[in-house]
C-alpha cells in the first residue's frame, strides 16, 4: 500500500451521511447550487447506481467527490460527473487517485465502459487513460446516451430544420471537422475509457 493510499480513503457518501454537508461545501465551491438543489443531487447515493464517492483524509476531511450512474440504454457502461478535488489539495495525485478508485469500483460491478463529458479538464482525463469519442447526450440523474449515429442522424435532422435555402458554398481552405471534433465546438469534450477486464 503506497503512502498516498494510506492517508486517503474513498468510500460512498451515503455510508457516511454526517459528511454530506462537508460535500455539498466542497461541490459548491467549484458549481454553487442551493442546499436544495445540491441535497437531492447527493442524496439519490446508493450502493449500486447513482452512487456518491468521496476522498477523505484521516482527519475525516472531505476532499473529493465524484457521481457515477449507470447508461440506461448502454450496457456494461456508467457516466462519470462532479469529479472534484478541494482546491488547496490540486495537483497532487488525488484527482487521478479518486478517479482509480472510482473506475476499480464499478470493474467490480461488471461495468466496461466509463464516460464523462469535460470543459477544460481534457488533459487530465488523458493523462488517466481516457479518449476522446463521439458526442452523447447525458442528462440529469437518468443520464441517456445517444449512439453517434443516432446523435448525427438528429442533429443534421435539426440543422436541415434550422436552414432555410441550399448552404452557402464553403470557404476557401476550409475543412469540415471530423466528428469527434464537434466536442471542441461546443466547448465540450466527450471522453471513454475502456476498462481492462480484471
Ligand atoms: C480535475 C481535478 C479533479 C484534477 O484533480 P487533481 O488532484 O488536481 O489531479 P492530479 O493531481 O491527480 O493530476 C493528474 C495529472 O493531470 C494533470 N492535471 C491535473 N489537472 C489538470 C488540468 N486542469 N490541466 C492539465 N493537466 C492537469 C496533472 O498535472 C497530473 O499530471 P502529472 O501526473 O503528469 O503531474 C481538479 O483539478 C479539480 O477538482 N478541478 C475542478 C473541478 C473540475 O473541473 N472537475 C472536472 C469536471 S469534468
Known amino acids: 500500500m503506497t503512502a498516498i493510499e ?30 436544495t438543489a445540491r441535497l437531492k ?11 456518491c464517492l468521496i476522498l477523505i483524509n484521516k482527519e475525516e476531511r472531505v476532499l473529493g467527490h465524484c457521481k457515477v450512474s449507470l447508461i440506461p440504454r448502454l450496457r456494461h457502461s456508467c457516466f462519470i460527473q462532479s469529479l472534484i478535488i ?9 484527482g487521478s487517485r479518486l478517479l482509480r478508485g472510482a473506475e476499480e469500483h464499478v470493474a467490480k460491478k461488471g461495468i466496461k465502459n ?5 470543459k477544460g479538464q481534457e488533459l487530465f482525463y488523458l493523462k488517466n487513460g481516457y479518449k476522446t ?38 470557404m476557401p481552405n476550409y ?6 471534433d464537434l466536442g471542441v465546438l ?9 476498462l481492462s477486464s480484471q
Not at 175 to 180: A, T, V
Not at 186 to 194: D, E, I, L, P
Request: with cysteine; proline share 11%.
Open 6 to 35: 494510506k492517508e486517503y480513503r474513498i468510500i460512498p457518501l451515503h455510508k457516511r451521511p454526517d459528511l454530506i454537508p462537508d460535500c455539498c461545501t466542497l461541490l459548491n465551491s467549484e458549481w454553487p447550487r442551493s442546499e
Open 133 to 170: 469519442c463521439d458526442p452523447f447526450k447525458a442528462s440529469g440523474i437518468n443520464d441517456v446516451v445517444y449512439s453517434s449515429a443516432a446523435f448525427t442522424k438528429a442533429k443534421l435532422k435539426e440543422k436541415s430544420i434550422q436552414s432555410c435555402g441550399p448552404p452557402p458554398p464553403p
Open 186 to 194: 461546443t466547448q465540450r469534450t466527450h471522453m471513454v475509457k475502456r
Open 114 to 118: 466509463v464516460y464523462l463529458i469535460t
Open 175 to 180: 475543412q469540415m471537422p471530423k466528428f469527434y
Open 41 to 51: 443531487f447527493l442524496n439519490v447515493s446508493c450502493d449500486e447506481f447513482p452512487i
Open 86 to 94: 478541494d482546491y488547496q489539495r490540486r495537483s497532487q495525485g488525488l
